[in-house]
């Protein structure tokens, strides 16, 4: 197939298109002092409701970091752009530049014209970029966790025994509450908050990489155990998540001795069981799994308590989306997923989740999500699936069966009664962070390695020169504009939910 490389042309929106954004208000938030974003449910159909009482539907991006205007592809364009006070001689991001206004408005421009209406996850705290686009946006609330996006268990093993994460400690409380003192307070009364998140695919669901040597390098109860159960089991006795474990032993066996006997440990008292730090056998494998389950769901719900508290404390208004689940992993274990989502249903607003995958492979899925939280799902973080090709030259044809693809989806997403956001993973299609820093210090074995496993670009919908992808947004937008009407009409009872 020939390669080309589309030809760009300046922004523009039929007429009827934009004159529908301005009177449904689908890309600009009301301003009501006082009021904040809030859930609806009309017969049976969920919403996001605005300050000012109108339901509405999130359609963001992620990713609008001053770094994709770093790259070297596309340095000389942003100075000639905005001018050299877009950063500062060390390439901080100087906000409230002048050149940061001219960029926030470029921004909020491309976002207005295509339908967009959110800054979602990893995006920069600029007044200037919020200010300009006047839409919603979501509070990251991330934490340093033990935890990759996609970590199998073989490496959460290894990374919880580095630093174990007692979520019971005075210390885990005392970071959760210091971050919200520091983000959530200040951000109280504002009425363009979505919500607040939390971290990327928690590893409340565990995917064994049995294949692998490094799982067969693992001990009994390495594989039997969850990690982070494992972790905190093999603290001392005196720490707090010892002590809940031991708690959790006491409320399931009759003695010390036939709790020790399940993990082959002989012991004579619930003390010389708590001071026991090495678990590598295991005598009952199931009774050992079902120890591990129960000790998981009090992880968890300290996990969300906590987390739930501290924002509380400063903001009793605002959505708490939670953690973003990786629905690429979790999907695949379905009881896994229902008993996190018993937990997590009674400490969030709404099931955020990432998903990358066609809707009909999604369908089922977020089927079971509604029917085991009833809570309304936002896809936080989503591009298409199979993800994008990391060429510098683009194949015409393939992007436009990629508009195809996206518009279909949202359409059917939307016609779902329980889904009520759409978070694309990228505003900018650049050169990706990693990619970037291996060409700086010229790691050439670094650089082949991104080359091979194509992670060199960032999915996005428009180019490192701001320019929008037309054979994309063509096809996506007239989507985007749909699809509160098609989610007004959706069906209340949805025959594989609720």
Known sequence: MRRIK?????LKICSATALLMLLTGSVFCETAPAEFVSLQNDSGVWWFKSPAGKPFLSIGVNHVEPFYWQSPNNKSFVLDTYGPDLFAPNETF?????AVEKWAQRVASNLTTWGFNTLGVHNPPSKSLRSAVRGYYVVELGLPCNWGWNFQRSILVSAFKKKPLDVFDASFTSAVQSQAAELVKPRAGDPQVLGYTYTDGPPWIIEDDSGSEDFQKLTVAEKIIHPWCLALMSLPAEANGKQVWLATMKGRYSSPEDAGATYACKVSGWDELASTTAWTSISD?????????????????????VRRDAIRQYDRNHLILGDKLNMNRDSKCPDQLTRSLHVMRDYVDV???QY??????QRAVLALIYKESGKPILT?????????KDETSYDADFYHQMGKTYADDVTKLFSLPYFIGWHHCGYMRGLRREYVAALKRNDQKSIEYFKNKKLTYREGFFTEFEEPIEPILNALGPAISNCENLHRASTALDNNAK
């Open 380 to 388: 936080g973080d989503t591009a298409c699936c199979p993800l994008w």
């Open 6 to 10: 589309p030809q760009f042309r300046p």
């Open 94 to 98: 100087q906000d409230g530049s002048p």
């Open 285 to 305: 494998s199931a009774k050992a799994a079902d120890d591990s389950l129960a000790f998981m769901e009090k992880i968890m719900r300290q996990w969300y308590e």
């Open 351 to 353: 099931i955020d989740i």
């Open 356 to 361: 990358y995958a066609p809707f009909d492979t």
